[in-house]
């Protein structure tokens, strides 16, 4: 079965208030001694896969902020990528990037290594909203970024958005989400404010300063967010996803398939398909166990079956299609009605999920509870 690949880039220029992902300032000597050891790392582990466990179908190069890389580096890693893994033709490579962090010449150069969906972190078109999430970027430049990505040949062009920002009126959003419109994107991800302990933000809501957003005004925003999107063609195919017919992005349907991955670079999570792993997240670590010749591993759990069934329904419920009964059943050898019986009929006649052409959803009135729907299954 073929596999996705995630490559953990840990650098970026300046960290954002909200953020807790796993990013350093970057530095040159830090981003060679990564870069060796990413490396590495891929000749490890493609020396302990079978030849049947490298067929590659996606490659998503994520962080932090891939394009702080120079151009020469990422193309090394895709070209490493190509040596160690068996790509498929056809594969979906995306590169993440924040505008300010590219130009015409670092585009071209992705284009020309292989790169054919980018993904920009927009998240706000107000400079005062952009300003408070502690964004390097100003809208200008994110308009730029994208010209210039479609100069450079990106058709397949995802821009992430944020709602629910403290100080974001819902005509804030709505403005947004035109604006970004006008962009003509082919995929838009739009995800709520969330609040991780220990971020800037977080101390400030702790100490009063700031006031986070009410669930009710963040409900409210998602839903127009549906949609203004979908009234402008964008097909709502995950809770926090839209794009155009044939855009929707292959490498995370594979995650809301529950299907393997292996994630490579500091702090990267791997599912074999019945097992997750996940390397050291510290960069100094990761860069000295692969220098001594080990895989960076650094917790390993084998998933019961009870976890592997509940896994694949709520992550296959964030689908609009739902999940695919039969492909479950084919999976795991039980039908999801003999497994969850009662939670089945409890949800279905509170009208929360429905079963339609073989596939389980949630249904208009599930979406907006969609975790409470999740947890009936944990
Ligand atoms: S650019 Fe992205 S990864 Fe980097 S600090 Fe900001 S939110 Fe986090």
Request: aromatic share 8%.
């Amino acid at each position: 079965m073929s596999i996705g690949l995630y490559i953990h880039v840990p650098f970026c220029l300046k960290k954002c208030n909200y953020c807790d992902f796993i990013s350093y300032p970057y530095n040159e000597k830090d981003a060679d001694a990564y870069l060796n050891a990413l490396i590495k790392e891929m000749e490890l582990v493609s020396a302990s896969l079978p030849p049947e466990a490298k067929e590659v179908e996606t490659i998503y190069l994520g962080g932090g902020t891939p394009t702080c890389l120079p151009a020469p580096a990422l193309a090394a890693i895709l070209g490493s990528c190509r040596r160690c893994f068996f790509v498929l033709p056809g594969a979906e490579i995306t590169v993440e990037a924040n505008p300010g962090t590219v130009d015409g010449v670092k585009l071209a150069a992705l284009r020309e290594a292989g790169v054919n969906r980018l993904s920009l972190g927009v998240q706000a078109v107000q400079e005062r909203l952009l300003k408070f999430l502690g964004r390097m970027h100003t809208f200008e430049q994110a308009r730029e970024a994208v010209r210039m990505a479609r100069e450079a040949g990106f058709a397949n062009l995802n821009l992430d958005l944020i709602f629910g920002i403290p100080g974001q009126t819902p005509a804030d959003w709505e403005e947004c989400l035109k604006r970004i419109l006008d962009l003509r994107p082919s995929h838009v991800s739009t995800y709520g404010l969330q609040l991780e302990e220990g971020t800037p933000l977080w101390r400030d809501v702790q100490a009063g300063k700031v006031a986070p957003v009410d669930e009710e005004a963040e409900l409210a925003m998602f839903e127009l967010a549906i949609e203004i999107l979908t009234a402008a063609g964008l097909i709502h195919y995950e809770i926090s996803n839209f794009a155009v017919p044939a855009g929707r992005c292959r490498h995370n349907l594979r995650y809301w398939r529950n299907l393997p991955y292996l994630g490579l670079g500091p702090a990267a999570h791997s599912f074999s398909g019945s097992c997750r792993f996940s390397n050291e997240t510290s960069l100094e670590k990761y860069v000295v166990r692969l220098k001594a010749g080990e895989l960076p591993v650094a917790g390993r759990e084998k998933l019961t079956r009870q976890t592997l069934l509940a896994e694949t329904v709520f992550l296959g419920l964030r689908l609009r299609e739902g999940l695919d009964l039969k492909a479950f059943a084919d999976r795991f050898g039980q039908a999801v009605e003999e497994v969850y019986r009662v939670e089945l009929d409890r949800l279905l006649k509170l009208n929360l999920i429905e079963i339609k052409n073989n596939f389980l959803r949630l249904t208009p009135r599930g979406l907006p509870v969609a975790n409470q729907v999740f947890a009936s299954f944990v």
